[in-house]
Protein backbone atom coordinates (compact mmCIF):
# COMPACT_ATOMS: atom_id res chain seq x y z
CA UNK A 1 0.00 0.00 0.00
CA UNK A 2 2.94 2.50 0.51
CA UNK A 3 4.24 2.17 -2.65
CA UNK A 4 5.89 5.96 -2.34
CA UNK A 5 9.98 6.14 -2.21
CA UNK A 6 11.43 8.15 0.40
CA UNK A 7 12.71 11.05 -1.68
CA UNK A 8 16.41 12.56 -1.29
CA UNK A 9 16.98 15.73 0.70
CA UNK A 10 17.97 18.57 -2.02
CA UNK A 11 21.52 19.21 -2.13
CA UNK A 12 21.79 22.10 -0.26
CA UNK A 13 19.83 21.10 2.70
CA UNK A 14 23.07 18.54 3.43
CA UNK A 15 24.58 19.00 6.00
CA UNK A 16 28.61 18.15 4.98
CA UNK A 17 28.06 20.47 1.96
CA UNK A 18 27.65 23.48 4.47
CA UNK A 19 30.63 22.16 5.99
CA UNK A 20 32.76 21.67 2.38
CA UNK A 21 31.60 25.10 1.60
CA UNK A 22 32.80 26.60 4.60
CA UNK A 23 36.05 25.28 4.17
CA UNK A 24 36.60 26.43 0.92
CA UNK A 25 35.99 29.56 2.30
CA UNK A 26 38.48 30.00 4.21
CA UNK A 27 41.27 28.31 2.11
CA UNK A 28 40.54 30.70 -0.27
CA UNK A 29 40.35 33.62 2.54
CA UNK A 30 43.50 32.54 3.37
CA UNK A 31 44.69 32.78 -0.18
CA UNK A 32 44.04 36.04 -0.82
CA UNK A 33 45.13 37.46 2.57
CA UNK A 34 48.41 35.49 2.04
CA UNK A 35 50.88 35.71 -0.29
CA UNK A 36 49.17 37.71 -3.00
CA UNK A 37 48.33 40.81 -0.94
CA UNK A 38 52.05 40.84 0.36
CA UNK A 39 53.81 40.59 -2.96
CA UNK A 40 51.75 43.44 -4.17
CA UNK A 41 52.85 45.60 -1.19
CA UNK A 42 56.21 44.99 -1.05
CA UNK A 43 56.87 45.45 -4.84
CA UNK A 44 55.07 48.88 -4.20
CA UNK A 45 56.86 50.56 -1.70
CA UNK A 46 60.57 50.16 -0.85
CA UNK A 47 61.47 48.91 2.33
CA UNK A 48 62.59 51.52 4.93
CA UNK A 49 64.06 50.95 8.00
CA UNK A 50 62.83 53.20 10.68
CA UNK A 51 64.48 53.39 14.10
CA UNK A 52 61.80 53.41 16.60
CA UNK A 53 61.66 56.41 18.70
CA UNK A 54 61.75 54.59 22.01
CA UNK A 55 64.69 52.75 20.93
CA UNK A 56 66.39 56.14 20.05
CA UNK A 57 68.22 58.81 22.66
CA UNK A 58 67.81 61.84 21.49
CA UNK A 59 70.67 64.53 21.96
CA UNK A 60 69.60 68.26 23.09
CA UNK A 61 68.39 70.08 19.95
CA UNK A 62 67.71 66.98 17.76
CA UNK A 63 63.91 66.17 16.74
CA UNK A 64 62.32 63.68 18.25
CA UNK A 65 58.94 62.10 15.97
CA UNK A 66 55.90 60.24 17.13
CA UNK A 67 53.39 59.90 14.42
CA UNK A 68 53.98 63.11 13.47
CA UNK A 69 54.09 64.96 17.04
CA UNK A 70 57.51 66.27 17.04
CA UNK A 71 59.39 68.25 19.81
CA UNK A 72 63.08 68.95 20.39
CA UNK A 73 64.61 70.22 23.43
CA UNK A 74 65.91 73.78 22.37
CA UNK A 75 68.41 74.54 25.44
CA UNK A 76 68.89 73.00 28.67
CA UNK A 77 70.18 75.82 31.94
CA UNK A 78 70.47 75.24 35.38
CA UNK A 79 70.15 77.38 38.15
CA UNK A 80 71.90 77.52 41.42
CA UNK A 81 68.97 79.57 43.19
CA UNK A 82 68.88 82.79 44.48
CA UNK A 83 66.83 84.52 47.92
CA UNK A 84 63.72 84.22 46.29
CA UNK A 85 64.34 80.52 44.47
CA UNK A 86 65.64 78.16 46.51
CA UNK A 87 66.53 74.53 45.90
CA UNK A 88 66.75 71.28 48.26
CA UNK A 89 69.86 71.45 49.90
CA UNK A 90 72.74 69.63 47.12
CA UNK A 91 70.27 70.20 44.25
CA UNK A 92 69.87 72.83 41.15
CA UNK A 93 67.22 73.82 39.04
CA UNK A 94 66.77 72.36 35.67
CA UNK A 95 65.46 74.36 33.14
CA UNK A 96 64.63 73.16 29.71
CA UNK A 97 63.09 74.77 26.90
CA UNK A 98 61.19 72.90 24.48
CA UNK A 99 59.24 73.24 21.37
CA UNK A 100 56.65 70.71 20.52
CA UNK A 101 55.04 70.90 16.73
CA UNK A 102 52.42 68.95 15.04
CA UNK A 103 53.04 67.83 11.41
CA UNK A 104 50.01 65.13 11.81
CA UNK A 105 46.70 65.22 10.02
CA UNK A 106 44.96 66.17 13.26
CA UNK A 107 44.36 68.10 16.18
CA UNK A 108 46.95 67.10 18.74
CA UNK A 109 47.04 67.75 22.71
CA UNK A 110 50.16 68.57 24.71
CA UNK A 111 50.64 68.16 27.88
CA UNK A 112 53.80 69.40 30.32
CA UNK A 113 52.86 66.39 32.83
CA UNK A 114 53.65 63.86 29.88
CA UNK A 115 57.38 65.02 30.34
CA UNK A 116 59.68 63.81 33.28
CA UNK A 117 62.95 64.45 34.64
CA UNK A 118 65.00 61.43 35.25
CA UNK A 119 68.15 61.93 37.39
CA UNK A 120 70.54 58.77 37.89
CA UNK A 121 67.60 56.69 37.39
CA UNK A 122 65.03 58.50 39.37
CA UNK A 123 62.55 59.97 37.69
CA UNK A 124 60.35 63.01 38.87
CA UNK A 125 57.83 65.42 37.45
CA UNK A 126 58.53 68.74 36.32
CA UNK A 127 56.79 70.48 38.25
CA UNK A 128 58.74 73.58 39.80
CA UNK A 129 57.98 77.09 39.80
CA UNK A 130 60.07 79.75 39.98
CA UNK A 131 59.20 83.35 40.63
CA UNK A 132 62.51 85.15 39.68
CA UNK A 133 63.65 85.77 36.39
CA UNK A 134 62.17 84.89 33.15
CA UNK A 135 62.15 80.95 33.40
CA UNK A 136 58.51 80.88 35.18
CA UNK A 137 56.85 83.53 32.09
CA UNK A 138 56.99 81.18 29.54
CA UNK A 139 56.23 77.75 31.03
CA UNK A 140 54.75 75.16 29.00
CA UNK A 141 51.22 74.44 29.92
CA UNK A 142 48.69 72.16 28.15
CA UNK A 143 46.46 72.86 25.15
CA UNK A 144 45.71 71.77 21.88
CA UNK A 145 48.13 72.03 18.42
CA UNK A 146 46.34 72.69 15.35
CA UNK A 147 47.81 71.08 11.98
CA UNK A 148 51.13 72.53 11.38
CA UNK A 149 50.80 74.65 15.22
CA UNK A 150 54.34 74.61 17.15
CA UNK A 151 54.24 75.83 21.05
CA UNK A 152 57.51 76.53 22.80
CA UNK A 153 58.05 76.54 26.50
CA UNK A 154 60.20 75.87 30.15
CA UNK A 155 60.17 72.48 31.84
CA UNK A 156 61.44 73.19 35.39
CA UNK A 157 62.80 70.66 37.68
CA UNK A 158 65.06 70.40 40.55
CA UNK A 159 67.90 67.41 40.77
CA UNK A 160 71.36 66.74 42.30
CA UNK A 161 74.25 68.64 40.90
CA UNK A 162 76.07 66.00 38.48
CA UNK A 163 73.95 63.79 38.54
CA UNK A 164 73.14 62.23 34.79
CA UNK A 165 69.97 63.88 33.03
CA UNK A 166 67.14 62.84 30.74
CA UNK A 167 63.84 64.38 29.34
CA UNK A 168 61.39 61.44 29.29
CA UNK A 169 58.52 61.92 27.56
CA UNK A 170 55.75 59.45 27.32
CA UNK A 171 52.95 59.81 24.26
CA UNK A 172 50.22 57.32 25.74
CA UNK A 173 49.50 57.37 29.05
CA UNK A 174 48.24 53.58 28.35
CA UNK A 175 51.42 52.36 28.53
CA UNK A 176 55.06 52.62 29.62
CA UNK A 177 56.93 53.63 26.26
CA UNK A 178 59.07 56.67 26.57
CA UNK A 179 61.21 59.15 24.23
CA UNK A 180 63.97 59.74 25.71
CA UNK A 181 66.65 62.81 25.33
CA UNK A 182 69.97 63.30 27.20
CA UNK A 183 70.01 66.43 28.92
CA UNK A 184 74.20 66.36 30.12
Not at 98 to 106: A, G, P, R, Y
Not at 130 to 149: F, H, I, P, Q, R
Not at 164 to 181: A, G, H, M, N, R
Request: glycine share 8%; proline share 3%; charged share 25%.
Amino acid sequence: MNNQKKQPKPWYKVWWFWVLVVIVLFVLGGMMSGSGGSSRSSSSKPKTHRVSPFKKTYKVGQIANYKGYKFKVNKVKYFAGNSMDTPKSGNQYVICNVTIKNDSHEKQDYNAMDFELNADGNTTDFDEILTSGNYDNNTLDSGSLDKGATVSGNLIGQTKKNAKLKLEYQPSFLDDKTIKVNLN
